[in-house]
């Protein structure tokens, strides 16, 4: 875990991330897209720089996407809009083999009505959610706001028609923005809850709640029905960011999940609504948004056996030993100062230094300061990293044998830049840009309780995975 | 639905251009895909209220009240829901808005004058486990945003009831009192939550226990619902629901 006092988080992506209502982020030919409300939507070289180019007709409001086979299924809500409140929307379904729109093969599909509201009835067909069922390949898809029921309707995943004689289910009521998911035999309803489209003062929030059917009865933590407005919390504002809505969650691997939303307002980015890309946990069986990494310095300690990264250099004792028993105990108590780090660094080598694990014992060789390098771009959800040793330009570098050493100072070379993951337990994958001389996708490791390496992932060992700690 | 998010999705459209029954609730139109707006000249309660009958009639499985007296909406314009601070509802619904507001048990039929407008009472039992003010207001064909609900019921119990907890949600903001005491306000911009908020611990008396609420909306759908809670935080069923 990262356990630190927050001074800070990037929370939202850089660029121009500009977006209200986002759909799922999807990958297609190595470029990330989402789309939101109004026509348009975001591309992104790398998931985290987003700049406007995507294409998507129909206009409307809230979509979502979903790759099936080798095509992309787009659907959306044409709302009715009226002055007066009208709340006869239609959402409508469309294909595309492509999301690129430079692509020779971008042509969408005629749009097809697959569900509506007729203005009157207790619900309003808008804020669409794609889940293709991975048990059995059947197509789903949620809709609704606040005006009356959350409805679930089933598509044809050949056609994405509605299926035949499929009559629609209500599943919630008050929420809206609603998707779903599956893990583990449980189906999950995220909705979005609270006042939408107030900027700062915006409270959208998210929760969750979960059946073992696909058409509910969706139950929160407590037993509420979302039919009875129940839901668990997944996020809600933090940071310098209000009103996470519009879920979608994007399956990165085994053990690595990322949740999208939009926040209704950036405060750093003159309140504007922008694309938000966070990690996903999962805490007894509750999806909730974990916390992107915040900049600082830390503790590296390893979940294997919780030794702390270190430079393999000299352990320099601290003055004094033991004071010993039979002292005066009325003596008027002071401060030891910690170790600095001018007190130790003349002891190492100028050169390159190895790492290994140790006892954390809060002395400089262990404290490494990591602070994103915005010209190296990133990842889904974060930039790339320098981690150095606190106020030295000694950086960790990943080494052409799967090892780790510590070059002099920092140059940006992809061997010195970091990415770094918050897994679905909540602990961290630290994973080099590149290996040198390799194409391997190494993560940090600790094979042995004292020995950092580098291998393959895997979520199942303990030694893959870091918490970084501030003290 | 939100209206600034309908306030919004309006903006963007002048951009436009272009089994049954396997739960509890099945949407009785969700098959509908042609999207024509349906006429809503045919008003009724019909498919949300039933007339009270004269019968006592209990909590529902869940303990949730059924059975209210519901006034006719006193028209209170507000564009939107998110101006109810506590201080703004306080004040809202401590105005006496009708003669004998905060003393005196309605009757079914019962008609009050509100400033200008004309308003009746109506006794009802709500088909679902909450009330649907929204659609008693729009059933009259009476206004359904921006306005200020009025309701009350009677609650008998056979026996002294100690440590009881009053639970409401409410959409969107609200206040209830209990044998003319303070229970529960809910403030802000609200949905309806089951057991939202609740009361402190309070003694149900034996015999009759008055409550009255005042449900305020702006735009959006408005609904209440009410339960009572014993100190183990289960449902309190051994009640009869009356309204004189």
Not at chain 1, 60 to 66: E, K, S, T
Not at chain 1, 145 to 162: N, S
Not at chain 1, 210 to 217: A, C, D, L, M
Not at chain 1, 327 to 356: A, F, M, Y
Request: hydrophobic share 35%; proline share 5%.
């Amino acid at each position: 875990m990262l356990l630190c006092c927050l001074t800070g988080i990037a929370t939202s992506q850089v660029g121009k991330p500009f977006i209200h209502d986002p759909s799922t982020i999807i990958e297609c030919g190595g470029k990330y897209y989402t789309f939101g409300t109004g026509s348009g939507g975001l591309i992104s070289e790398d998931g985290w720089t987003w700049n406007s180019g995507g294409v998507r007709p129909g206009g409307g409001a809230a979509p979502d996407v979903l790759k099936i086979g080798d095509r992309y299924l787009i659907a959306y809500g044409a709302t009715g809009g009226g002055l007066g409140g009208g709340h006869n929307g239609r959402i409508l379904t469309m294909w595309n083999k492509t999301l690129d729109p430079k692509s020779p093969d971008f042509m969408y599909s005629e749009a097809v009505v697959v569900a509506s509201s007729d203005g009157v009835e207790d619900c309003d067909a808008i804020d669409p959610g794609l889940l293709l069922d991975p048990t059995d390949g059947r197509l789903w898809l949620s809709y609704g706001t606040y005006f009356g029921f959350i409805r679930l309707v089933e598509l044809d995943p050949k056609t994405g028609k509605r299926v035949e004689g499929n009559e629609a289910v209500n599943i919630a009521i008050d929420c809206e923005a609603t998707t779903l998911m599956y893990r583990d035999g449980w189906y999950y309803l995220l909705g979005t809850h609270g006042t939408c489209c107030d900027g700062a003062n915006s409270t959208y929030n998210i929760v969750v709640g979960r059946s073992r059917k696909i058409t509910g009865p969706y139950l929160d933590n407590v037993g509420r029905d979302m039919l009875k407005g129940g839901g668990k919390m997944v996020v809600a504002a933090g940071g310098r960011v209000t009103g996470p809505g519009h879920f979608g969650r994007i399956v990165l691997g085994e053990g690595i999940e990322k949740m999208s939303c939009h926040y209704e307002a950036d405060l750093d980015r003159s309140g504007r609504s922008v694309l938000g890309i966070r990690p996903l946990l999962w805490k007894n069986g509750w999806p909730v948004a974990g916390d992107n990494f915040v900049e600082g310095t830390y503790e590296i300690e390893s979940e294997r056996r919780g030794y702390a990264l270190e430079l393999a250099v000299d352990f320099v004792r601290m003055p004094g030993g033991m004071r010993g028993f039979n002292h005066n105990n009325d003596e008027p108590v002071k401060p030891v100062p910690s170790q600095k780090l001018e007190d130790v660094i003349k002891t190492w080598p100028t050169g390159n230094i190895d790492v290994r694990l140790g006892d954390y014992m809060f002395r400089p060789h262990q404290k490494w300061t990591i602070a994103a390098v915005p010209e190296a771009g990133g990842y889904l959800g974060g930039p790339y990293y320098k981690i150095v040793i606190e106020g030295t330009g000694r950086a960790l570098a990943a080494t052409a044998d799967a090892g780790l050493i510590t070059v002099p100072e920092f140059t940006g070379t992809a061997e010195q830049l970091w990415r770094i993951d918050q897994l679905t337990d909540g602990t961290y994958r630290i994973m080099p840009k590149s290996v040198p001389n390799s194409s391997q996708k190494f993560v940090l490791v600790s094979p042995g309780d004292s020995t950092p390496a580098l291998a393959g992932f895997n979520m199942q060992s303990d030694n893959c995975k870091w918490n970084f700690r501030a003290h | 639905m939100n209206m600034r998010r309908q306030i919004y999705l309006l903006a963007i459209s002048f951009l436009i251009c272009g089994g049954p029954g396997l739960q509890g609730y099945s949407a009785t139109s969700g098959s509908n895909v042609d999207g024509k707006v349906k006429s809503d000249t045919a008003r009724s309660l019909e498919g949300y209220f039933t007339p009270a009958a004269s019968s006592a009639k209990r909590p529902d499985p869940e303990g949730f009240i059924q059975r209210w007296l519901l006034l006719e909406p006193i028209s209170k314009p507000n564009r939107s829901n998110t101006v109810f601070t506590d201080s703004y509802i306080r004040k809202a619904f401590e105005t006496e808005y009708f003669p004998g507001q905060f003393t005196v048990f309605p009757k079914d039929r019962q008609k009050v004058k509100a400033g200008t407008q004309e308003l009746m009472w109506h006794s009802l039992d709500s088909k679902d486990f909450n009330v649907k003010l929204y659609r008693f207001a729009y059933g009259l064909g009476k206004e359904t945003y921006g306005v200020l609900f009025w309701t009350a019921t009677i609650v008998n119990s056979t026996r002294e009831l100690r440590n009881v907890r009053m639970a409401v949600g409410s959409n969107s903001a609200s206040m209830w009192w209990l044998n003319g005491k303070e229970a529960v306000i809910l403030s802000g911009d609200r949905r309806m939550v089951m057991d939202d908020c609740v009361s402190k611990s309070f003694t149900l008396n034996r015999g009759k226990n008055v409550i009255r609420g005042a449900i305020i909306n702006g735009p959006g759908m408005s609904d209440f619902c009410v339960r009572f809670l014993d100190e183990k935080g289960q449902p309190v069923k051994d009640l009869t629901i009356s309204y004189e």
